[in-house]
Nanobody
């Protein structure tokens, strides 16, 4: 069984920065993919960024160039560095993990799939409010 605990959310002014963390416990195996999703009030949950065990990443267009996803595999910790935040980044942010992920291939390289249905384990979420 895998448990995910997020932290680092809070209030930030537009244009500022915030770093989210997610600590995983339990057996993730050695092929896992982890990701960040977010859900604003009245909206469906959407993918933000994903990273696989090899470090390949996938980003939503809305955050490319502003957010960076990374992992410390030795600590089973996932990070989301959020820079130049905008009002529309306000949402509950969720960490997700999948021990047996699907990968997409492009140009001979694999990338993690950033789809909600792909992930079997979820954290409780951490709120990010941009004003």
């Amino acid at each position: 069984h895998v448990q995910l605990v997020e932290s680092g959310g809070g209030s930030v002014q537009a244009g500022g920065s915030l770093r989210l963390s997610c600590v995983a416990s339990g057996n993730l195996g050695n092929k896992y993919t982890m990701a960040w999703f977010r859900q604003a009030p009245g909206n469906e949950r959407e993918g933000v960024a994903a990273i696989d065990i090899g470090g390949s990443t996938t980003y939503a267009d809305s955050v490319k160039g502003r957010f960076t996803i990374s992992t410390d595999n030795s600590k089973k910790t996932l990070y989301l560095q959020m820079n130049s935040v905008k009002l529309e980044d306000t949402a509950m942010y969720y960490c997700a993990a999948e021990p047996s992920p699907t990968r997409i291939w492009e140009g001979g390289k694999s990338f993690p799939l950033l789809l909600e249905a792909e992930f079997g384990f979820w954290g409780q979420g951490t709120q990010v409010t941009v004003s």
